[in-house]
T-cell receptor, first 112, second 113 residues
Framework: DGGITQSPKYLFRKEGQNVTLSCEQN?????MYWYRQDPGQGLRLIYY???????QKGDIAEGYSVSREKKESFPLTVTSAQKNPTAFYLC???????????FGNGTRLTVT | SQQGEEDPQALSIQEGENATMNCSYK?????LQWYRQNSGRGLVHLIL???NEREKHSGRLRVTLDTSKKSSSLLITASRAADTASYFC?????????????WGLGTSLAVNP
């Protein structure tokens, strides 16, 4: 089955530590996205990539970094510079154009 | 930035009833998309309606789009307990900017058996 896999489902970290969230897709999609979702809020775009080896900042990129070395993979690193990292993180992908997004099942990150 | 606004924020109905959710947006759009999110899970795409379309159906779902009022509605007919979820609208701006999917805050639907 084609889809997007995010791992782990739950992640716990101490404040001051960097943490990397995994996102892998086998849909052969060019574009991939990272969103953050907080309670009672809509999705906010962190980073996106429309092609391998290229990515752009979204609306809330500060404190985050990404890489896109392979078409299938778009890992997100939450750095210690991110002031409020505890959130639900969603990865998505889509084909070029305005086709709908396909989402992974998210990673819930808790930083204490 | 958020441009879509869904209303109501929360909706509670009995199984078998219809559920209507509305989405308003601010700018000119290329298309509007509805997604569903079960608790603790990712979003699932339901329907995409283009700016030149007025109505679309998919099974028990009916979406309308009124570009003059900058609004859309999602109707779920004969609701089931399994329809309990949050529903989000998202718009793509008229430039067709691939990244600019603008999300609303969602409507939380509870269908009581």
């Amino acid at each position: 089955d084609g889809g997007i896999t995010q791992s782990p489902k739950y992640l716990f970290r101490k404040e001051g530590q960097n943490v990397t969230l995994s996102c892998e897709q086998n849909l052969n999609h060019d574009a991939m996205y990272w969103y953050r979702q907080d309670p009672g809020q809509g999705l906010r775009l962190i980073y996106y990539s429309q092609i391998v080896n290229d990515f752009q900042k979204g609306d809330i990129a500060e404190g985050y970094s990404v890489s896109r070395e392979k078409k299938e993979s778009f890992p997100l690193t939450v750095t210690s510079a991110q002031k409020n990292p505890t959130a639900f993180y969603l990865c998505a992908s889509r084909q070029a154009g305005n086709s709908p997004l396909h989402f992974g099942n998210g990673t819930r990150l808790t930083v204490t | 930035s958020q441009q879509g606004e869904e209303d109501p924020q929360a909706l509670s109905i009995q199984e078998g009833e219809n559920a209507t959710m509305n989405c308003s947006y601010k700018t000119s759009i290329n298309n509007l998309q509805w997604y569903r999110q079960n608790s603790g899970r990712g979003l699932v795409h339901l329907i995409l309606i283009r700016s030149n379309e007025r109505e679309k159906h998919s099974g028990r779902l009916r979406v309308t789009l009124d570009t003059s009022k900058k609004s859309s509605s999602l109707l779920i007919t004969a609701s089931r307990a399994a329809d309990t979820a949050s529903y989000f609208c998202a718009t793509v701006d008229n430039a067709g900017n691939n990244r600019k999917l603008i999300w609303g805050l969602g409507t939380s639907l509870a269908v009581n058996p």
